[in-house]
């Protein structure tokens, strides 16, 4: 058994639906379980009406209601054009954009918030199971309500998921496929919510580490991970096999195929992740599993919107406790820290999330003299960059000689190296990088 994940974009319109029904169809003897993101552009259309309702603007709301309604009516009349399903299917839209539309006469709150954002995938995972009914595919959908559950850390009660699921199977009973959503769940107290890091991507890996899958496959419309911003370089290429703690790094620190934590829960079971193309499944994709390629540099990725803070002070010098303070401030504003590099008078530390900058800034004068550099980039360098691998640390630091390097970070995973530079010498940076690696 194996659980398939596709992404809003591998099921835009009905013709991608459709296609993707096929794909999943030719495979039914394996009693796969089908993880749906939501149709392309419903998420975005969701989060602005519940915009809407925070603010009292029923009205508004309740327009974009209607036009999403609409948009859904057309797509079950391609998706069952001449079929007699279409009348009971239209019926339960409308009745489900009814509730929706109810919810501008209730009282707001971040609770309505969660059910309306989960009719995304709920939305899709219906029309899905329906749609495959009528080609003769026995699909059941299987509400994520029912076994998906998070506790009151908002980390996934992966005990309950796992006895609940294979509750929910057993009454089920057996058939070709099983249907569900994901993102969505119920907290600890039983009330609807989402899974936050890496959405649906997480069910898949949940579900998959519950049951024991044979493989997890996240389907997109990109063939896998590259080895380097196929936007800015010509001839990136997609990489055949990744280990996970190389796949992690890679998002990290830019790579948006994947959250860098969502695999976590396949990692620790170990089941391998395949990342496949929706628009040409014949495509290889990328493999992840807990192999990984020795003496091998895997690719390059890099990272926007970094704000970079230099703490410089004479009290650092043998002072215990130090570094303690600075990052208390840190963890008073909720704010990450991605690098971070020390001298006996100093301190640099980057951040991705410039919301409490200023704030930052003004708390950490109290421990020295503080800068900061605005507009940066991380550009990271994974693969077997372990110390034992004499020469790839100096190719790559030679492929960077004509750009300024403002820190590098080295030694904290024996995947990774990052460099901080000018966001403006990025594109630079990864064509020298590519060169220097992989021609």
């Given amino acids: 058994m194996k659980v398939l994940k596709f992404g809003s974009s591998a099921v835009a319109n009905a013709q991608r639906i459709k296609d993707v029904a096929n794909l999943v169809s030719s495979k039914r003897g394996e009693k796969n379980i089908i993880v749906l993101s939501a149709v392309e552009g419903t998420n975005d259309t969701l989060a602005e009406i519940a915009d809407y309702l925070y603010k009292k603007n029923a009205d508004g709301a309740n327009e974009l209601?209607?036009?999403?309604?609409?948009?859904?009516?057309?797509?079950?009349?391609?998706?069952?054009?001449f079929d007699s399903r279409l009348a009971s299917v239209n019926l339960e839209l409308k009745d489900r954009f009814a509730k929706m539309r109810s919810m501008s006469k209730e009282i707001f709150t971040l609770f309505e918030e969660k059910k309306i954002i989960a009719q995304g995938p709920t939305l899709l995972s219906f029309l899905f199971?329906?749609?495959?009914?009528?080609?003769?595919?026995?699909?059941p959908l299987i509400s994520a309500l029912d076994f998906m559950k998070i506790d009151k850390?908002?980390?996934?009660?992966?005990?309950?998921?796992?006895?609940?699921?294979?509750?929910?199977?057993?009454?089920?009973?057996?058939?070709?496929?099983?249907?569900?959503?994901?993102?969505?769940?119920?907290?600890?107290?039983?009330?609807?919510?989402?899974?936050?890091?890496?959405?649906?991507?997480?069910?898949a890996s949940l579900i998959g580490a519950a049951l024991g899958a044979e493989e997890i496959q996240i389907w997109s419309d990109q063939n896998g991970i590259y080895n380097n911003d196929i936007k800015i370089v010509k001839n990136a290429k997609t990489i055949e096999k990744l280990n996970f703690e190389e796949a992690a790094e890679l998002s990290y620190f830019g790579e948006k195929t994947l959250h860098p934590t969502s695999l976590l829960p396949a990692k620790l079971a170990n089941i391998p992740v395949r990342l496949l193309n929706a628009l040409e499944p014949d495509a290889k994709g990328t493999l992840i599993s807990t192999d990984y390629a020795e003496n091998k540099i895997e690719a390059i990725a890099a990272k926007d919107g970094i704000s970079a803070i230099r703490i410089k002070s004479g009290k650092m010098l043998l002072a215990h406790g130090f570094l303690r303070k600075v990052f208390e401030v840190f963890e008073r504003f909720k704010t990450p820290?991605?690098?971070?590099?020390?001298?006996?008078?100093?301190?640099?530390?980057?951040?991705?999330?410039?919301?409490?900058?200023?704030?930052?800034?003004?708390?950490?004068?109290?421990?020295?003299?503080?800068?900061?550099?605005?507009?940066?980039?991380?550009?990271?360098?994974?693969?077997?960059?372990?110390?034992?691998?004499?020469?790839?640390?100096?190719?790559?630091?030679?492929?960077?000689?004509d750009i300024t390097i403002r820190m590098i970070s080295y030694g904290g995973s024996s995947h990774n190296?990052?460099?901080?530079?000018?966001?403006?010498d990025k594109e630079k940076a990864l064509n020298a990088l590519n060169d220097s690696l992989f021609s």
Wanted: one cysteine or more.
């Fill in 153 to 203: 850390n908002e980390e996934p009660d992966t005990q309950f998921i796992k006895k609940s699921l294979e509750a929910v199977l057993e009454e089920t009973g057996e058939a070709d496929l099983y249907v569900t959503e994901g993102f969505v769940c119920k907290n600890a107290y039983g009330e609807i919510d989402n899974l936050k890091r890496g959405g649906s991507d997480f069910t």
């Fill in 417 to 424: 190296m990052s460099f901080l530079i000018h966001t403006e």
């Fill in 129 to 139: 199971a329906e749609f495959l009914s009528t080609q003769g595919v026995k699909a």
């Fill in 337 to 401: 820290i991605d690098m971070i590099t020390t001298s006996e008078v100093g301190v640099s530390i980057t951040i991705d999330n410039s919301k409490n900058l200023d704030d930052i800034i003004d708390e950490l004068k109290m421990f020295g003299t503080v800068s900061a550099d605005r507009n940066m980039t991380i550009v990271c360098v994974v693969g077997d960059l372990a110390d034992k691998n004499v020469g790839f640390q100096s190719k790559i630091t030679s492929a960077l000689k």
């Fill in 65 to 81: 209601i209607n036009e999403l309604e609409r948009r859904y009516l057309n797509l079950a009349k391609e998706l069952f054009a």
